[in-house]
């Protein structure tokens, strides 16, 4: 195990949270290569709040206007209204990538799932950054891991019906990462991980689940989502709500609030 020496003042600001954020990145099993990234923003941490270079903390009409703007590298509604709904100020701007080619290219070289969805994230927040020096982007992206298959969101009604079909009585994975890359770089990574158990549905009702539910469905892997009727076809979820969504949100906030860009 690796052993790092943490600055004073860093944890006498946020005890709680540098705790926490610390156990999450020394889980992670690249936790090696991303110490730089993990002790440059101690160095942040390291001074006084009220002088903490990079960020002006401002409320204004419910909203907390950061000195570094967010950019949200995509598309997705859910992620988009939960930042939102949180009161974080953002940009979207969608990150065009072939994440087909790059994950089917990884699968071929045996990468896990969780490997798969973290290096979609950074390399969509990547691209973004190169076209957005000073913000922080966030890139994210998730992945379903039924018994070891890679599920992604279904092209067709036909293809959604057959991934309910097999995902039904049993229990699969949900991996969703998100990566914040500032000039290019990543200084902040995390991936939710959520466990799903679904419930013995019939034939009869998963057909008339995706007919009355294709137009949203299809733009979420596994043919479902947990915040509509999707809800239906579930026993038991073990995790985060927010990771479910797409967004592993209070991680999120947690790491922005100990850089200084929301306030503590």
Request: proline share 5%.
């Amino acid at each position: 195990m690796t052993s790092v020496q943490f600055p004073n003042a860093a944890i006498s600001h946020t005890p709680r949270l540098f705790l926490i954020l610390w156990g999450q990145t020394k889980t992670d099993s690249t936790r090696q290569s991303r110490k730089a990234e993990f002790t440059g923003w101690l160095q942040i941490l390291a001074q006084p709040p009220k002088t903490h270079p990079a960020f002006i903390r401002r409320v204004a009409h419910g909203v907390i206007h950061m000195n570094t703007p967010l950019i949200l590298a995509s598309g997705s509604e859910i992620r988009a209204q939960l930042l939102r709904n949180a009161a974080i100020p953002i940009k979207v701007v969608p990150a065009r990538v072939d994440e087909d080619m790059i994950r089917s290219s990884m699968i071929a070289d045996g990468a896990k799932p969780r490997d798969v969805a973290d290096a979609l994230a950074e390399i969509k927040a990547r691209k973004i950054s190169e076209k957005h020096p000073g913000a922080l982007v966030l890139g994210c992206d998730q992945v379903l891991d039924h018994q070891g298959t890679i599920l992604s969101k279904p092209q067709t009604s036909i293809e959604a019906r057959a991934q309910l079909h097999a995902l039904q009585g049993g229990r699969h994975m949900l991996y969703s990462a998100a990566v914040l890359v500032e000039n290019g770089k990543p200084v902040w990574r995390h991936i939710g991980q959520v466990r799903m158990l679904m419930r013995a549905a019939s034939v009869s009702y998963i057909d008339a689940y995706v007919q009355r539910n294709w137009d949203s469905i299809r733009h979420s892997v596994g043919a479902y989502k947990l915040e509509e009727e999707g809800a239906q076809l579930f026993t038991r979820v073990d995790g985060d709500y927010f990771s479910v969504l797409g967004l592993p949100l209070l991680e999120l906030i947690a790491y922005l609030t100990v850089r200084g860009d929301l306030q503590q």
